[in-house]
């Protein structure tokens, strides 16, 4: 008899956690329940601070992204002497 091995998690195999967070912002009072946790999380002195810092680390990554880009060589386009 053959036996079918199932999943130890089934949210591992199903695309469902990763269509979570694309749901979480499809509507107006979604994002002012996020905004109104972070502020009582955070607090409202500490948020700014924090998105400077983060805003500076998007920077630095994207900085850092665009100079690994320029590092890498170029590939050689291969050159065929051979009409086609």
Do not use: C, N, Y
């Not at 956690?17 to 749901?23: I, L, R, V």
């Not at 972070?38 to 601070?49: A, D, E, W, Y």
Request: hydrophobic share 40%; charged share 20%.
């Amino acid at each position: 008899m053959p036996t079918t091995t199932q999943p130890a998690h089934p949210a591992i195999t199903s695309r469902k956690g990763t269509d979570m967070f694309g749901d979480l912002f499809d509507s107006p009072w979604k994002i002012l329940i996020v905004a109104v946790v972070l502020i009582v999380l955070f607090g409202s002195k500490k948020l700014p601070h924090a998105a400077r810092s983060l805003g500076q680390s998007m920077r630095i990554l994207k900085a850092e992204v665009g100079s690994l880009h320029q590092d890498e060589p170029e590939l050689p386009q291969p050159h065929s002497d051979q009409p086609s």
